[in-house]
């Protein structure tokens, strides 16, 4: 009975070890924005101004709340899923934590792009605020940034539970196969091989996120979301179409070679062969991924601002 006893409590304390890591990296994310938050109000002082406050309309919206909540119950809930993988489960559960994440914070950034910059436009809201010495430039970008501010907060929160139940996954998969018993390292391990796809993840949020600006400058949010939609789709399926045997036909290659250049490639965010192989992203894909965001980003926004420079807001 002892013996028993003190296994019971071993569990616990084997996955819940190495969970110092989770907190030390959500206070240095949150310590990140809010250090970005600063920099952009000393230099854009009216930029920081319209993000402040994009921000705090999103984050105070019921939509907010009900997607963290399904973001909460559904990472709770994937550890103790039966997924009859032969030994697989704890990789589909990073897959569909990973999955879950982006797909809320992406609803999030449609939506609040949609009600915050498309809305205003229709509802000459925002002719009150050009009207301000405030230009458009300053308003889009601003509107940007303050979307993405509420995006983060989903990946920090999401993500740090995200990652205790992947450490209690490694605990629940031995004790359910009766294999040896795991370690602490084992868990540490898995939470640090999957912490580069939620970084991935971010970035392609971000792409979408500019580009449901670009769209917001002009059309309303039901065009705004089959859009994003569609790209998200096919940002995903052209690599996969090329790479297959009918992306051997001529016609085929074209097209998926013109959908490429125009599109953005988000299976460049994507780590399930990282995740299949057991494999660590290297630095080096995460600084390349992270420049291909950055130069998307800076066209979507390019694009964002031609498309409002000479918009009719009266």
């Known amino acids: 009975m002892e013996i028993g006893n003190i296994a019971l409590f071993a569990v616990p304390s084997t996955w819940l070890k190495p969970l110092w890591v989770i907190g030390l990296g959500a206070v240095g994310a949150a310590v990140l924005l809010a250090v970005i938050g600063l920099v952009v109000r000393q230099i854009l002082p009216k930029v920081a101004a319209i993000a402040r406050t994009t921000a705090k309309e999103a984050m105070s919206q019921p939509l907010f709340y009900v997607l963290m909540a399904v973001g909460v119950v559904g990472l709770v809930l994937f550890p103790f899923i039966p997924y009859n993988t032969l030994g697989e489960d704890l990789k589909m559960v990073k897959e569909d934590g990973l999955t879950l994440i982006m797909v809320l914070s992406i609803a999030m950034a449609l939506w609040t792009a949609s009600v915050s910059i498309a809305d205003e436009i229709e509802g000459r809201t925002a002719l009150t605020l050009l009207s301000k010495p405030v230009g458009r430039r300053q308003f889009i970008i601003g509107k940007?940034?303050?979307?993405?501010?509420?995006?983060?907060?989903?990946?920090?929160?999401?993500?740090?539970?995200?990652?205790?139940?992947?450490?209690?996954?490694?605990?629940?998969?031995?004790?359910?196969?009766?294999r040896p018993?795991?370690?602490s390292a084992e868990c540490l391990w898995n939470m640090i091989q999957i912490s580069p796809g939620l970084v991935l993840a971010f970035m392609e949020a971000v792409v979408l996120t500019a580009i449901s600006v670009a769209i917001s400058t002009r059309l309303p949010m039901m065009a705004n979301l089959i859009i994003c939609a569609s790209i998200y789709a096919l940002g995903h399926l052209v690599p996969m179409l090329a790479d297959s045997a009918v992306g051997q036909i001529e016609t085929v290659r074209f097209v998926a070679g013109?959908?490429?250049?125009?599109?953005?490639?988000?299976?460049?965010?994507?780590?399930?062969?990282?995740?299949?192989?057991?494999?660590?992203v290297p630095p080096v894909y995460l600084g390349l991924a992270g420049l291909y965001c950055l130069l998307y980003c800076g066209v979507a926004m390019l694009v964002a601002l031609l498309l409002f420079e000479d918009r009719d807001l009266a």
């Open 144 to 178: 940007f940034l303050g979307i993405l501010v509420p995006v983060a907060i989903m990946f920090i929160i999401l993500g740090a539970i995200f990652l205790c139940s992947v450490s209690y996954k490694v605990v629940y998969d031995v004790r359910e196969t009766g």
């Open 181 to 183: 018993a795991a370690t």
């Open 258 to 280: 013109l959908s490429a250049a125009v599109l953005p490639v988000l299976d460049h965010f994507n780590i399930s062969a990282g995740i299949s192989t057991g494999q660590i």
